[in-house]
């Protein structure tokens, strides 16, 4: 069992930074990737970025240069620094972890757990 509680979400006008925040607790002694996805209303969970235990990340096109991904090993917490942000940025934003990673990091049914979402509004 694994739990995952995000943090950092609130109301940021366009061109600002953000930076969100996922704690995980319980059995974490397997991670294979964290990520974090997002979801506009009306619209299907997208990928945004991910991070794998070993070091390599992946980014979405619409968020590259803008989004960095990064883990605290130590913490076992996934951030997620949002700079030059857009309304269109404006989501929930959920972190996602896969214990065993077999492929599909951009896809939301390879996931095991998933914290409850923070809402990121960005203002014209």
């Known amino acids: 069992q694994v739990q995952l509680v995000e943090s950092g979400g609130g109301l940021v006008q366009a061109g600002g930074s953000l930076t969100l925040s996922c704690a995980a607790s319980?059995?974490?002694?397997?991670?294979?990737?964290m990520s974090w996805f997002r979801q506009a209303p009306g619209k299907e969970r997208q990928f945004v970025a991910a991070k794998f235990s070993v070091g390599s990340t992946y980014y979405a096109d619409s968020v590259k240069g803008r989004f960095t991904i990064s883990r605290d090993n130590a913490k076992n917490t996934l951030y997620l620094q949002m700079h030059s942000l857009k309304p269109e940025d404006t989501a929930v934003y959920y972190c996602a972890l896969d214990s065993y990673y077999s492929g599909g990091y951009s896809s939301t049914s390879s996931y095991d757990y998933w914290g409850q979402g923070t809402q990121v509004t960005v203002s014209s």
């Open positions: 319980g059995r974490t002694s397997s991670i294979g990737v």
